[in-house]
């Protein structure tokens, strides 16, 4: 393929991509009439900020950022501690049961969430947990997945850093505190990543196990606007460029990281 | 240290992890088996009914046509969503100044929550003032009715599904283009093999590995296909995108049928193990591990 060939294709590509973003920011800009017009305005002639206002009068954008991000941080950090802990574990200590241990482990990796969103919601609502942030943070505590990945990362530090450690008089907290996490670094922020975008994105569960405006999370709220005004697109749309534009931002500071972190384990 | 000392270490090292994994996922997928024999509603008792919720799920013919559905998205979105990520990784597999910023646009969609996703293709293809409705008008064509058409809604929901994830696809075999060693590639061009015969028989091949990625995990997603379909269609027009996880959803949460929704759940689990293997099993016949 000639270079200039490849070029065209990849900025195609990137207008493909990115075309639909700019449009979305577009349409929220636009008025009823112009929104719905025949031949479709690239940019707004008239821009109007007029749907934010709606956006913000119908559904309280602050509290849902809040609720997502008090939700995604929590099941983030609790996630990182309780996986870098057995990851440690199954990489570093013998003890009986291991091996037995971490194939039910792997074996949890293998059920998708909705196999179990059933009885999961019944043993919530038994816990009279259903609506609240626990619902949506107890689940994310810890995953099979997470403990897997920082296990494969501790399995590579060489055996004889850990001996100098235990020369020295270190016990296994000591190891783990001051040898293993500061070596698996990048293990732990790619965790970090996948489980907050998981945490922060997921739909599903949080439908299920949420139903007060007050409690719900960005996605969901997203969701309730377009179900209460399902015809007022620019609305909707400013609704979603609300939600789009911390994230996307976020992203491309971390862009690079975030790119590796689905690459690390989308391969091993 | 004796054994028996840091078994008790492991186990303070462990529980953290083990007991919410017990409590949330084991133990669910217990309660999956136990409801699946009852029939429950959540205002009465639960009743024992033995296998009929399996016996009826047999003769439902929602539950063929959900399955039926799930199978056509998978059909068509798999193919594009697989062509797509080849040819954006085959594009950007090469150095050039704006690489790193082309592969974050193109990974964008994917880090974007399905609702934000969803609701935006909803009104691009929006049959009425949707962007490219609008367009084809514009150059005199009449669009169809997309998501709201029992013919094109299965369409409507492929496309962004693709859209959205063809840049996972994309890093995916990006990796795998890079682990391709480029004597190889250099020695046969020496040997006078075309660009198309290096591509070929080099590249794809090497690439197996990868692509054998892609499809197992793939699978297992999209058999699980769910938020953009609640989203955009919620199964309609006249079920044309009722999929396996929607009824599962209607069953237990509109119909308040827990068990008959939980025996649906443990056949897609089996459905998705049995095709995860099948997978595994055939990989040898085309699965090139260097």
Redesign the interface.
């Known amino acids: 393929m000639p270079k200039s060939f490849s070029r065209i294709g990849i900025y195609l590509g990137g207008l493909v991509m990115a075309f639909p973003f700019l449009w979305m920011a577009s349409s929220s800009l636009k008025n009823d009439v112009e929104a719905f017009a025949t031949p479709p305005t690239l940019w707004p002639h008239k821009p109007t900020t007029i749907n934010y206002h709606h956006a913000f009068a119908l559904a309280d954008f602050p509290r849902l950022f809040l609720n997502s991000l008090i939700v995604s941080v929590a099941a983030t950090l609790l996630q990182v501690f309780t996986s870098g802990l057995a990851g440690y574990a199954f990489a570093r200590i013998q003890f009986r049961g291991k091996n037995i241990l971490f194939l039910m482990y792997l074996a949890t990796m293998m059920v998708p969430l909705q196999v179990i969103v059933v009885p999961l919601f019944l043993e919530m609502r038994a816990l009279n947990l259903i609506d609240s942030y626990w619902a949506l943070i107890l689940p994310s505590i810890a995953t099979a997945f997470g403990v897997f990945l920082i296990r494969q990362a501790m399995l590579t530090i060489p055996k004889e850093l850990e001996e100098a450690a235990v020369l020295d008089g270190a016990n296994h907290w000591k190891i783990f505190r001051h040898v293993a996490v500061p070596l698996c670094g990048p293990s732990f922020a790619t965790l970090g990543i996948l489980s907050f975008l998981a945490t922060w994105n997921s739909f599903l569960w949080p439908l299920i196990a949420i139903y007060s405006p007050e409690k719900m999370t960005l996605p969901l709220g997203l969701a309730n606007l377009h179900g209460e005004h399902n015809a007022d697109w620019p609305l909707i749309m400013a609704g979603t460029t609300l939600a789009v534009i911390p994230v996307t931002i976020v992203y491309f500071i971390l862009q690079k990281q975030i790119t590796q972190s689905f690459l690390t384990t989308g391969i091993k | 240290m004796t ?1 028996r000392n ?2 008790a ?3 303070l ?2 529980a ?3 007991i ?2 017990a ?7 217990f ?2 088996f ?2 699946s024999f009852h029939n429950w509603d ?1 205002l009465s008792p639960a009743k024992w009914v033995g296998i009929k919720n399996f016996t009826m799920l047999l003769h439902d013919r929602t539950f063929y046509h959900s399955l039926k559905n799930t199978l056509i998205f998978i059909a068509g979105y798999l193919p594009l969503v697989y062509i797509l990520g080849l ?2 990784a ?3 597999n ?1 150095k ?1 100044k704006g690489n ?1 910023f ?15 996703v969803a ?3 909803k ?2 293809l ?1 049959p ?2 949707g ?1 490219v409705n ?2 084809l ?2 150059i005199g064509i009449t669009g169809p009715g997309w998501w709201t058409s029992k013919s094109w809604a299965m369409v409507s929901v492929i496309l962004p599904s693709a ?1 959205k994830d063809l ?2 696809v994309m ?2 075999l ?3 283009l890079q682990s391709i060693p480029n004597d190889l590639k250099e020695a046969a061009a020496l040997d006078g093999a075309t ?1 198309f015969q290096i591509f070929r028989r080099i590249t794809m091949p090497l690439l197996t590995p ?1 692509t054998f ?1 892609v499809l197992v ?1 793939s699978l ?1 997603n999209n ?2 296909v ?2 953009q379909i ?2 955009m269609t919620s199964g309609g027009p006249e079920g044309a995108t009722e999929v396996i ?1 929607q009824q ?2 209607k069953n ?2 509109d119909y308040g049928r ?1 068990g008959y ?2 025996a649906m ?2 056949v ?2 089996i459905i ?2 049995t095709f ?1 293997l099948i997978q595994i099993r055939l990989q040898k016949r085309w699965v090139h591990y260097a």
């Open positions: 054994k840091s078994t270490v492991a186990a090292f462990v953290p992890s083990f919410p994994i409590s949330f996922f084991i133990l669910p997928m309660g999956a136990y409801v959540l040819g954006a085959l594009l950007l090469r050039f790193s082309f592969r974050a646009i193109y990974f964008l969609p994917t880090v974007t929550s399905w609702v934000v609701l935006l293709w009104w691009i929006n009425q003032g962007l609008s367009a008008h514009t859209w840049g996972l890093l995916i990006l990796a795998g660009r990868a990625f995990v297992i058999f699980q769910f938020d609640y989203l996880v599962i959803y237990s949460f827990m929704a939980s759940s443990l897609l689990f998705i193990m995860t």
